[in-house]
């Protein structure tokens, strides 16, 4: 397994979670890497997405101004911390990476071969 994920968990609404992904691949300093979510009954969708050289990290409107996404290189992880959770931000959240990643179509799931197993979250 050369994504995983953790921390996430059960909180109420309003309250912060912090997830982490650990990547163990070889190529992660080049990666781009991404979290998306999935709630039970609809597709897969991004959250955010972050790159090693610095370009500016790309956010859905859903969670924009709420998650912040981080990336430490020496560790290996990409956080995505999430403020201000609401009930609708419930779902399996996946770690994604790949070396190319266009910064317009981030959030397809296409842009993305590794995957993490996913962290659940829920907001009660």
């Known amino acids: 397994v050369q994504l995983v994920e953790s921390g996430g968990g059960s909180v109420q609404a309003g309250q912060s979670l912090r997830l982490t992904c650990q990547d163990s691949r070889r190529t992660f300093s080049r990666a781009s890497m991404a979290w998306f979510r999935q709630a039970p009954g609809k597709e897969r969708e991004g959250v955010a997405a972050?790159?090693?050289?610095?370009?500016?990290?790309k956010y859905s409107d859903a969670v924009k101004g709420r998650f912040t996404v981080s990336m430490d290189k020496a560790k290996r992880l990409v956080y995505l911390q999430m403020d201000s959770l609401k009930a609708e931000d419930t779902a399996m959240y996946y770690c994604?990476?790949?070396?190319?990643?266009?910064?317009?179509?981030?959030?397809?799931?296409?842009?993305?071969?590794?995957w993490g197993q996913g962290t659940q979250v829920t907001v009660s």
């Open positions: 994604a990476a790949d070396l190319r990643v266009c910064s317009i179509s981030w959030y397809r799931t296409a842009e993305y071969s590794y």
């Open positions: 972050i790159w090693p050289g610095g370009r500016e990290p």
